[in-house]
């Protein structure tokens, strides 16, 4: 069975795959070098899902996956079985027996949902907030991006027969994140997920817009949680980045030439891998 999480991020969100190019002398994309790293080591922010008339803008990034020999995306794509990451989210998406959404979120959040939701009650309200916000939630203009229009699909597909492969979380590391959260942070997530969805296509179309540009100051501002607004799902975001910090630095130590692919509000943000890797005192040049 598949699901996708809508969370327009994830597609899009996660990568932002968006187009409004800022003024520049050059033209700069969503893609960085570490200059003191010892052999040729990129970070390419990934739209996990984009459409088809953007598909043809992947070409820019094969100079630096043809000098690539290992590639390491958020998963190991040899490992990221669909139906088995189902299995094990659904695991931990549903309260224990006579326990309701209505008990653990705020009556305002549970009116929210009643009002926006296009099923009925008893379809959702045995879930958790995060697992609603992943499995039921539906932004408009999603069904004009794709996975197989991704930059992980394309840089995979280029790749798959010549080149070693990674992830930087397995995908019980990933089901964590959420099992893991607690009912604050779980109704946070879903809060601004909801919000992103009301924002939407207007969302997706500016999300794209500032991927392609390569405006990491962009996708911040368009995802970063509002003033006073609900912060869970950029905590979860930012929670992830800081796990794979030391193993992008091991991957960069191995002194192989390798390219990370993350999605691009993981590269973005005072917190996020660019950030992170600059304070502990590596250079990073934008392409």
Known sequence: MKRRFILLFVVLALAGDFCVAESRPTRRHFLWRVVNAPAPFYLVGSMHALRKSDYSVLADFDPVIDQSQKLIFERDPGAND???LWRKLNAHATYPRGVTIQQKVSPSTF?????IARIPLGAYETQKP???AAFNLKAQGMETVKSRWSVDHYVYEKTRHRAAMGGLETMDEFA????EMSDRESESYLL???EYGQRSPELLNET???WKSGSAERIYQLYSPRRNGPDGYWRWIEKRSSLWIPRIEDAMKSGKPTMIIAGALHLSGPRGVIAQLQKRGYKLEQL
């Open 176 to 179: 964590r994140t959420f099992s």
């Open 208 to 210: 794209i817009a500032a």
């Open 111 to 115: 009116a929210l949902l009643k009002r």
């Open 192 to 194: 601004q997920a909801i």
């Open 82 to 84: 669909p139906t088995d």
């Open 130 to 132: 995060w697992a609603i």
